[in-house]
């Protein structure tokens, strides 16, 4: 149904036997192999396919570090890495080695040897962090708080001179 009827073809048809994890998407924020789940079963589900991932135009942080550190060679299997990652990052936001292990556990690759991916699974705990902290600091810098402040004074202003219309 994904790729044949929604034409999401990043999820990947494997094994069909619950043994590969190339299919895994998440059903409500967690993984589940689509080769053993029926649609019907999804009726009022969020299910986030690999497609999903990526958001205001740009890639997740793990896609960014799959790319970087050769986490995804032929790439069949990645969909199913990104997925899977993302939902344990999303639970454990600073997972242990053996935490990525374990959660990538069902998930098979043939060409990495699978050290470059849980690699990227780090690196991306990594950069997610920096990116909040520059977040952070641009919300924290003189500039943004002179821009919170006109914008202050500039809403207090049109507030004034709509009173003052009224
Ligand atoms: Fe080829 Fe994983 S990158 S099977």
Known sequence: MLREDLNLCGTKHGCELGECGACAVLLDAQPVLSCLVLGVDCAGAAVTTVEGLAGDGRLHPLQDTFADLGAAQCGYCTPGFLVTAKALLDEHPQPTRDQIREALS??????TGYQQIFEAVEAA????????????????????????????????????AGERRS
């Open 106 to 111: 069902g998930n098979l690759c043939r060409c």
């Open 125 to 160: 705990v990594e950069r997610s962090a920096s990116q909040a902290s520059a977040s952070l600091s641009r919300l924290r810098s003189p500039g943004a708080h002179a821009s919170f402040g006109e914008a202050r004074r500039s809403a207090d202003g049109a507030k004034a």
